[in-house]
Antibody, heavy 116, light 108 residues
């Protein structure tokens, strides 16, 4: 079955960096577009970044543009989110989600806490 | 950017009763509308896509309707496992993909 497992979250100081990973299994990873979605504590869902199945198109929310970089390694079935210049408002659970036109599979999330 | 607005913010319902949740888009999204629910500490789960198609494994008590700018999620007879936060999401015009702010369905 489809499985998405995020890792790499933790506590980082404001201005610091983190790289999140999302390990995919149970489907042909290279055939699917992928997203990162985040959720601040007690808040709703916010789309953060998108990457096309071949890595040749990437989009970002205005709130992370210029600071975050989405990438993927289809040989390792892994999605990444490089987060630089982190701010306290980036504190959230970060989910990866598989886009098969509908977003039918999500990981369990990884918590990123940015301290000021 | 398409803004999604859900109402009400909180819905108090007794088990076995019907729940009706609303979602409005700031411009037409056709039928490119999904519903998710999320329980505390868990990831969102897809319930409905294409405004009215149930995702795999979703019980028939969940139904979605609407098109354009007005959408409804109906839960015909609430079960204990249905008490959660519900989000709508448009995927018609992107980026960005946008979510509503959520409706919390709580036990009355």
């Amino acid at each position: 079955q489809v499985q998405l497992v995020e890792s790499g979250g933790g506590v980082v100081q404001s201005g610091g960096s983190l790289r999140l990973s999302c390990a995919a299994s149970g489907f042909t990873f290279s055939a699917y577009d992928m997203h990162w979605v985040r959720q601040a504590p007690g808040k709703g869902l916010e789309w953060a970044a998108f990457i096309r199945h071949d890595g040749n198109a990437k989009y970002y929310a205005d709130s992370v543009k210029g600071r975050f970089t989405i990438s993927r390694d289809n040989t390792k079935n892994t999605l990444y989110l490089q987060m630089n210049s982190l701010r306290p408002e980036d504190t959230a659970v970060y989910y990866c989600a598989k886009d098969s036109f509908q977003w039918d599979s999500w990981g369990q999330g990884t918590l990123v806490t940015v301290s000021s | 950017e398409i803004v999604m607005t859900q109402s009400p913010a909180t819905l108090s319902v007794s088990p076995g009763e019907r729940a009706t949740l609303s979602c409005r888009a700031s411009q037409s999204v056709g039928s490119d509308l999904a519903w998710y629910h999320q329980k505390p500490g868990q990831a969102p789960r897809l319930l409905i896509y294409g405004a009215s198609t149930r995702a795999t494994g979703i019980p028939a008590r969940f139904s979605g309707s609407g098109s354009g700018t007005e959408f409804t999620l109906t839960i015909s007879s609430l079960q204990s496992e249905d008490f959660a936060v519900y989000y709508c999401q448009q995927y018609n015009k992107w980026p960005p993909w946008t979510f509503g702010q959520g409706t919390k369905v709580e036990i009355k």
